[in-house]
T-cell receptor
Framework: EPEVTQTPSHQVTQMGQEVILRCVPI?????FYWYRQILGQKVEFLVS????????KSEIFDDQFSVERPDGSNFTLKIRSTKLEDSAMYFC?????????????FGDGTRLSIL | AQSVSQHNHHVILSEAASLELGCNYS??????LFWYVQYPGQHLQLLLKYFSGDPLVKGIKGFEAEFIKSKFSFNLRKPSVQWSDTAEYFCAVYNTDKLIFGTGTRLQVFP
């Protein structure tokens, strides 16, 4: 079964540094998402992306965050100047189409630790 | 705004015990509800979903959930758990292309 893959599995970064989290969605999927989970808290929606633009973003997704699909396979989340509170598990997801009938397939996540 | 509450943060059971994990949602209109499972070291996987119709939904691995509109609930059940059911379980509601998750319930099953 095709999977969403995320790299790296664990990223440790100094506060203030830029970090890029990478995701390879399932190849025929058109909708892409980032979620995050701070330790002990709920999984939170960050952003959805379709047709090379952001469809929706949450309050968390401020100017420090950006997403990009630089080529036909990767979908990246960039945090420009990381803060301690950005430490979390970041999950990428993709779906073939949008809408509630389309299940979102999740990657294993990247654990981001900000020092 | 829609929200989801899972009141059981950590559940410990012996094999063959019955399981019920609570999930309550906030929105009074039409809702679309999901249960996801995350096994240790693995990604989130869809267990089951409710869109409409029969409020008793059957999912994979013997799990089922019942949508009770009057109680704003969508509890997950399994009559007899196995050690392999040890995982974290997330209830979620769908809202315009995104999922809103609960905080999750960690289930530990001991042989």
């Amino acid at each position: 079964e095709p999977e969403v893959t995320q790299t790296p599995s664990h990223q440790v970064t100094q506060m203030g540094q830029e970090v890029i989290l990478r995701c390879v969605p399932i190849s025929n999927h058109l909708y892409f998402y980032w979620y995050r989970q701070i330790l002990g808290q709920k999984v939170e929606f960050l952003v959805s992306f379709y047709n090379n633009e952001i469809s929706e973003k949450s309050e968390i997704f401020d100017d420090q965050f950006s997403v990009e699909r630089p080529d036909g396979s990767n979908f990246t989340l960039k945090i420009r100047s990381t803060k301690l509170e950005d430490s979390a598990m970041y999950f990428c997801a993709s779906s073939e189409f949008g809408g509630l009938n389309q299940p979102q397939h999740f990657g294993d996540g990247t654990r981001l630790s900000i020092l | 705004a829609q929200s989801v509450s899972q009141h059981n943060h950590h559940v410990i059971l012996s094999e063959a015990a019955s399981l019920e994990l609570g999930c309550n949602y906030s929105y009074g209109g039409t809702v679309n509800l999901f249960w996801y499972v995350q096994y240790p070291g693995q990604h989130l996987q869809l267990l089951l979903k409710y869109f409409s119709g029969d409020p008793l939904v059957k999912g994979i691995k013997g799990f089922e959930a019942e949508f009770i509109k009057s109680k704003f609930s969508f509890n997950l059940r399994k009559p007899s758990v196995q050690w392999s059911d040890t995982a974290e379980y997330f209830c979620a509601v769908y809202n315009t292309d995104k999922l809103i998750f609960g905080t999750g319930t960690r289930l530990q099953v001991f042989p």
